[in-house]
């Protein structure tokens, strides 16, 4: 899973990735200090990997992950060359969804690029460009469509009709992913690479005095989000920074103090799974334990197929029993003795939590 920070200069962005990375990425009082995108690979913070290497005395665990990328502050006019203009965009386009960081807090030491703190218009800024961008990339193909739908096929014929719809959709200011699209019509849209049509997740800066608190820029920033059919949360970048400097054992107490529950990160993945309809099964051994990203719905040969192909081609079974299953008897042959291992077929659906031992022909 690969996720883009974007924003405006100065909103906080790369003190987020900063913490959230502890990457290292130099954060500064002024616009594209942020020139080449900083590349930070985070594990998914998964509790239950720690429960089972200690039931299994295992030598090695292997958390998911998840790579941010830092992208360079965007300005007005971007889609026209401004700023950092098309670099900014191409670097979108790689990215599986989009964490919009939006400045939620006053400060006069910290300038603002158009000078005033207002989530709104910065969200319109950046949306604004990001639309201008798509519009000219559909514009393009309905021209090329247009020309192919006289050679009589209905496929042509399909897709031309698509992407009037998304013009329309673009030429009247709203993202693509607002669009309900048929299972074709999104399969044929990804392979545009619009930008819009990334999931987005809006994340309100605030200042660490607002935490727990109301905050009336941040709750434009959340209704906005919901109009954008996107995922929404509240983050102090400045707290981040400084739950990151702790040492570990100290970062949940502190965590704790602030009343968060969890850090931002935790949040910010949870909200990036469900965002991207993802889920985690885990595999379980003395050599390792180890989380595998997959998606909901994933059937039992494609999830033995992330391990590795070979699983998949030679699949024959998944012995599957539930996280809480093997917890609350102690141990997998435990949880086997009481008839809770079921063995399932290559119709099986997994489950977020299953842990599974794949039987496969080699």
């Known amino acids: 899973m690969k996720l883009g920070v974007v924003g405006l200069p100065n909103v906080g962005k790369s003190t987020l990735f900063n913490a959230i990375t502890e990457a290292g990425a130099e954060a500064q009082n002024y616009p594209f200090c942020t020139i080449e995108p900083n590349v930070g690979v985070v594990a998914v913070p998964d509790d239950r990997l720690e429960v089972l290497g200690k039931m299994y005395s295992t030598k090695k665990i292997t958390p ?11 300005v007005k006019g971007a889609s026209h060359g401004e700023g950092l203009g098309n670099k900014f965009l191409s670097h979108i386009r790689e990215v599986d969804a989009v964490v919009h960081v939006v400045r939620c807090f006053k400060n006069p030491d910290i300038i603002h690029v158009e000078g005033s703190v207002d989530p709104a218009r910065d969200i319109d800024t950046i949306n604004t460009e990001l639309i201008l961008a798509d519009l ?7 021209g090329r469509a247009e020309h192919l739908v006289r050679t009589g096929e209905k496929k042509y014929a399909d897709e031309f009709d698509l992407l009037k719809k998304l013009k329309d959709c673009l030429s009247e200011g709203k993202s693509i992913r607002t ?22 997740i809006y994340c309100a800066n605030i200042d660490e005095n607002d935490i727990g608190s109301a905050n009336a820029l941040s709750e434009q920033v959340k209704q ?3 109009i954008d059919s996107s995922e929404f949360i509240e983050i102090s970048a400045g707290v981040e920074a400084e739950i990151a400097s702790l040492p570990l054992e100290e970062r949940q107490d502190y965590i704790d103090a602030l009343g968060l529950g969890e850090s931002g990160l935790s949040r910010m993945i949870k909200k990036c799974y469900n965002l991207l309809g993802l889920i985690s099964y885990l595999t379980a051994g003395e050599k390792e334990v180890r989380a595998w990203t997959i998606e909901r719905g994933t059937k ?5 197929g992330k391990i590795h192909s070979d699983f998949e081609k030679g699949f024959i079974r998944a012995e599957v029993v539930t996280y809480e299953d093997i917890v609350r008897c102690g141990g997998y042959n435990q949880a086997k003795e009481k008839g809770l291992v079921r063995s399932e077929g290559k119709e099986y659906v ?7 031992l794949f039987r496969f022909n080699v």
């Open 224 to 226: 906005l989000a919901a």
């Open 179 to 200: 669009l309900t699209l048929s299972e074709d019509e999104k399969e044929l849209v990804s392979s545009y690479f619009l930008l819009t049509s990334k999931p987005v």
């Open 300 to 304: 039992a040969p494609q999830a033995a």
């Open 64 to 74: 998911a992950i998840v790579e941010f990328v830092d992208i360079a502050g965007l």
């Open 350 to 356: 997994v489950k977020d939590g299953d842990v599974i």
């Open 136 to 142: 000219e990339s559909v514009e393009k193909r309905l």
